[in-house]
């Protein structure tokens, strides 16, 4: 099991950067892929970007290639979202995930909710003109 803690989250000026951070707790958070998702008010919750446990391979939604960029520290148990270029469609609550990542996720990305079995609480973001 793994437990996941979102930070980094805030109000932003269009064109500005955020740096979101997940935690993950557990000795064995390299061995899950991880992912980033957003819920913006009123919308489906939708995948935004992953990464595999060793981080060889990552995949963006076609909305933030090209602005965001997804990492991981496995020695710190740690994966980042670094958010650049944001505009106010970005908006919403920003929210990490795991699944076993040596199995099906081992060099594929999961792309769908039901690929993830832990999530964190989520962290706010908003992007104002």
């Known amino acids: 099991q793994v437990q996941l803690v979102e930070s980094g989250g805030g109000l932003v000026q269009a064109g500005g950067s955020l740096r979101l951070s997940c935690a993950a707790s557990?000795?064995?958070?390299?061995?899950?892929?991880m992912g980033w998702f957003r819920q913006a008010p009123g919308k489906e919750r939708e995948f935004v970007c992953g990464i595999t446990w060793n981080g060889a391979t990552t995949y963006y939604a076609d909305s933030v290639k090209g602005r965001f960029i997804v990492s991981r520290d496995n020695t710190k148990n740690t994966t980042d979202l670094q958010l650049n270029s944001l505009q106010p469609e970005d908006t919403a609550v920003y929210y990490c995930?795991?699944?076993w990542g040596l199995g099906r996720f081992m060099t594929y990305v999961g792309r769908s909710r039901s690929d993830y079995g832990y999530w964190g609480q989520g962290t706010q973001v908003t992007v104002s003109l």
């Open positions: 557990g000795r064995t958070f390299s061995t899950y892929a």
């Open positions: 995930a795991a699944t």
